[in-house]
Structure formats: C-alpha cells, structure tokens
C-alpha cells in the first residue's frame, strides 16, 4: 500500500519494483495490494514487479469501493461491481487468477451471502482461488463462510491492538480461517521512530489516527519503551519485537509489513528469526496489560466502516 497510497508521497515506480523483487528474493511469497491504492497504479506496479515470478508466490487485492475521479468514495460490493472490480484488478496485475480476493470493507447495503456468491462463482470460473474478508465481524464472517468458505481474514492486530483475541481469533480458530494482520507496526510507531516532534503530512493518513495526535503519542510512548526493552535483551529491534511476537501467536497468523525501503524489508524479514520462550511471552503479556494505550485507532468516519 505504502508504495503509491497512505502516506502522501509515491515510491519511484523502478524503486518500487526492486524493493518487491528483493523481498521476493529474501523469501517472501505473499504479496498484498488493493485497486484503492493509487487507486490502481499499486496494482499496476506489483503486476509488473511479479510478472517474471507469477508462478511462485501468492497475489492478494481487494474490492469494495467505487473510485470516481480517482478517488474511492462509497462502499459498493454489489455482484455486478465486484465482477467490475475484478476484471480489472486481473488486467492490472497481469494474471489469469487472483490467488486471493479480499472484501475491503462489509458492506451494509448488501447482504454478505450476495458477495459471497459473487465470490463462489468467480472461484468456479477461474478468476479467483480463494475468498477473504477484511475487518468484518463474527456475525458477517459466519453467514459468509456458510456460503463459500473464507481463507483469510485481514484486519488491524498487533502488540498495540489486541482487540481481535477477544472474539475474533476464537472464531477463525474454530472455522479454520487463518488472520492477515494489517498494521502490525502498529502504522509505524512500534518501530520506535515515532515520537510526539512527528508531524505527518496532510495527506499521510495517520494525521487523522487519533492514538497519533502529538498528545496521545507523548502518553503512549511508554508502550514504545517497554518494546525497546525487550528488543535489548533478545538483541533486536522494536519492528523485530513486534513483528515476532506476531509470528509466535498461532502458526495461522502472517502479519503482512509494508516498507517503502530495501533496509528496513530486511529488518523485518530477520524477525522471523527472533524466537520467544513460554516465559518471555508470559512476561511480555504481564508488562503490556499494565499499560493503557490512549486513542482511537480510527477517525470517526473510518471508524464508521468497520463491521461489528
């Protein structure tokens, strides 16, 4: 997403497609996008990245949205929209099949057994291998799963928002869904490169987060601090830190990282040989209940489109 769409500035298209070749060359094989992001060009450019690997690794995008003037405006996940959608996502990415297809965001105005079924059927036809949803709730993931069976569920999770444990990972477990966290840098400020001198541009989306407002950035640090203590004893980063402890959830968890940047992709990449002891989680678990994180982690009008 990062590469074209978020943060107010667009990676140099060559730049971008070394950094999506490099990560293919470290091991990695899952590769996330969305027609919004741009909107299109992000697509465009992991289709050209990916054209000469296509056949190792996995393409995720999503629909959901209608883009006018380059710009999505309302949720739509009508089955003649989605069928729109995919059609040129294909086009785009340069493949005959979208290896996974995500619902961006449940749309109230159609009933979720109608996307579902769009979904099913695009499956039966080839265009699609396999159905996810993106921050949706139990009830939807349910009556969706009943219709065509949900690989994947893509949503915020992270050392920094444990929401999703309470309900939502009880249920995937039972289902057999695995969870795609998104922002499990928790939109960069587990990194530790944060702090309350940040200022982010008008178009970088995280200047409307409200758990990063320069007052709820000085009050979370703390969080930010007790991460970098336990990246000193396991002699790692923060973004390792987070990224690990991730990764030491469930086997059926892959968080996905975005980077703008080839150093940073290796810093997360070597996360994945950071490893934790029953006692180390138990301890990280007892420090981070002790602290209280301030702030939504959406604006209000985002917040408006996340199903419950």
């Not at 995500?102 to 039966?124: F, M, S």
């Not at 402890?245 to 940073?264: D, E, S």
């Amino acid at each position: 997403m990062g590469l074209n769409f978020g943060y107010g500035t667009i990676t140099d298209k060559q730049e971008a497609i070394k950094l999506i070749r490099k990560a293919y060359e470290l091991g990695v094989c899952l590769f996330d996008t969305a027609e919004v992001y741009g909107p299109f060009t992000n697509e465009e450019v992991l289709g050209e990245a990916i054209a000469p690997i296509r056949n190792d690794v996995v393409i995720a995008t999503k629909f959901g949205f209608n883009i006018n003037n380059n710009a999505m405006t309302v949720l739509n996940s009508k089955p003649e929209h989605i069928r729109k959608a995919v059609e040129g996502s294909l086009k785009r990415l340069k493949v005959e099949t979208i290896d996974l297809l995500y619902q961006h965001r449940v749309d109230p105005e159609v009933p979720i057994e109608e996307v579902a079924g769009t979904v099913k059927d695009l499956i039966h036809e080839g265009k699609v291998k396999y159905f996810g949803l993106s921050e949706a709730g139990i009830n939807t993931i349910r009556r969706a799963h009943a219709v065509q069976p949900i690989s994947a569920l893509q949503s915020e999770y992270s050392l920094w928002w444990r929401e999703p444990e309470e309900l939502i990972i009880p249920a995937l477990e039972e289902l057999g869904i695995g969870l795609v966290p998104f922002s499990p840098l928790g939109k960069g400020f587990l990194t530790g490169k944060i702090d309350e001198n940040t200022t982010f541009d008008a178009n970088d989306f995280r200047s409307t987060v409200p758990r990063l407002s320069k007052e709820n950035i000085k009050a979370n640090l703390v969080f930010v601090d007790f991460i970098k203590k336990v990246a000193v004893r396991k002699s790692a980063t923060p973004a390792q830190i987070a990224l690990a402890w991730l990764n030491a959830q469930k086997p059926w968890i892959v968080p996905i990282p975005g980077t703008t940047k080839i150093h940073r992709l290796e810093e997360n990449i070597a996360s994945t040989t950071v490893e934790f002891t029953g006692k180390e989680l138990q301890e990280i678990e007892t420090e981070a209940s002790k602290i209280n994180v301030t702030g939504a982690r959406y604006s209000e009008g985002s917040a408006k489109l996340i199903d419950r």
